[in-house]
């Protein structure tokens, strides 16, 4: 039996990104659905997210507008479809410091969060660059910096320096260096609890964007094909997949895109009212399922 | 004729500003988010330095240089609401710049306090100058993972080459 249940839910989307972007190289191909989603697991009397969405105030006209960043809804609202509630959180896990991935960081006022130190010391690094370098650092919220500030300031905001296994039990997190960013984090959530588990999911942040990436397009030659999107490289992007291919055995189903579509059609999973996915991909002891 | 022509010079004049303001604007932002950083590195305990002390002096003088140019605006009416955000995200921001000149360790959790604080205040009013007046943004989008799906990124011509 699983120690955690894990759900993927998907709170906003963006109908048509390219496919050049979600698959480096293949231009002109056309657009595909991006959904934008976090994690919830919950088990061993914790409720843990890895990633937290954003707050819409604060510029959610222009991500409509400009960006065609559709059918947001807020977390508390999305946390509902798996019975929790923002307070009920404790632990949040922040692949990396996009809007997307950690720009609600003041809705869960019980959690703490872990990021790496790297994301952290390079951008700070990027940002005393110049204008000229505004590449490196695009898509952060200042009022977000500010949320993570005064969760430092609680000491509810914990640096972690490279790979640390255990962060609870069962769950290891993994620095993938210079990547789409350059302290992105991946986590492994091995669900039996065993060290050498037979019952390992990674969860890559935005290291893929969908299956595609760790398969590529032809069934009969395989290959890892990068995001399109990374202030490292490609190189790194590629190895970081490989090194997570490989914690699962090779089993490209458990390393979780929260970006990828088709999930829904993987895992068991359903519709909610606004149209949004949510996907079951495991439940512990006494957990009644929410896709039912 | 005369009073059409009032009006287009003074449609004009909160026009000029935000043209004017825009860049500051964006500016601003850049500095909060730095120093924003640089507040979080102070607050994190960890086993070794950071050098933080090139970046702030470089935010200071930014947020200088931002100050004397803000100042410097003519501000019509309808700017003055967005006018005094600027100037209050200037004040809030300077603090936390003064602040972190003293070196994190100094001062114990009342400066912790004060900075979070200062902090908060500075990126709100950053937040509420982009809600009082068309033309600003809380966020830099155009280089985000967003730009790549952005309808003006996809149709943009290349740029004039001027070497």
Known sequence: ?292 | MNAISDMNRLAARPLAYVVACQPLHGRLRDVAIQLGGLSLIAMLPRRDGFDGEAPLRAAADALAGIRAEVLDLAVPPPAAHHHRHMAAALAALARVAALLGRGPGSGGEDVRREISAALRAGTDHIRHAANAMPGFETVDLRHSCCAAHAAAVLSAEPAELRF
């Open chain 1, 1 to 292: 039996m699983a120690d955690y249940s894990i759900w993927v839910l998907e709170y906003a989307a963006v109908e048509q990104f390219p496919r050049s972007v979600m698959l480096y190289g293949p231009m002109h191909q056309g657009t595909r659905k991006l959904p934008y989603g976090f994690v919830v697991l919950k088990g061993k009397g914790e409720t843990i997210l890895i990633d937290t969405g954003y707050d819409h105030t604060g510029f959610g006209k222009a991500l409509a507008d400009s960006y065609g960043v559709s059918n947001f809804h807020h977390p508390t609202e999305v946390l509902a479809e798996v019975g929790v509630r923002p307070e009920d959180v404790t632990t949040v896990f922040v692949t990396h410091a996009h809007f997307d991935h950690m720009g609600a960081l003041d809705f869960f006022p019980n959690a703490r969060f872990y990021i790496q130190q790297r994301e952290l010391d390079k951008w700070v690094w990027s940002l005393t660059l110049g204008p000229e370098f505004r590449f490196l650092v695009g898509g952060t919220d200042p009022g977000d910096i500010a949320k993570a500030v005064e969760l430092a300031r609680q000491g509810r905001m914990v640096a972690i320096d490279g790979d640390r296994e255990d962060v609870l039990p069962g769950i290891d997190v993994h620095l993938a260096a210079d990547t789409h960013t350059y302290g992105s984090m991946y986590v492994t959530v091995r669900n039996d609890g065993a060290r050498d588990s037979a019952d390992t999911w990674i969860f890559a942040g935005d290291l893929i964007y969908t299956y595609d990436n760790l398969t590529g397009l032809d069934p009969e030659a395989p290959q890892i094909i990068p995001i399109g999107l990374a202030v490292g490289s490609q190189s790194n992007l590629i190895f970081a997949s490989d090194a997570m291919l490989n914690a699962v055995g090779r089993e490209v189903r458990r390393v979780i895109p929260v970006h990828e579509d088709r999930l829904k059609e993987v895992f068991p999973s359903r519709l909610t009212v606004h149209g949004q996915q949510v996907v079951e991909i495991a439940l512990a002891e006494g957990e009644a399922s929410r896709v039912a």
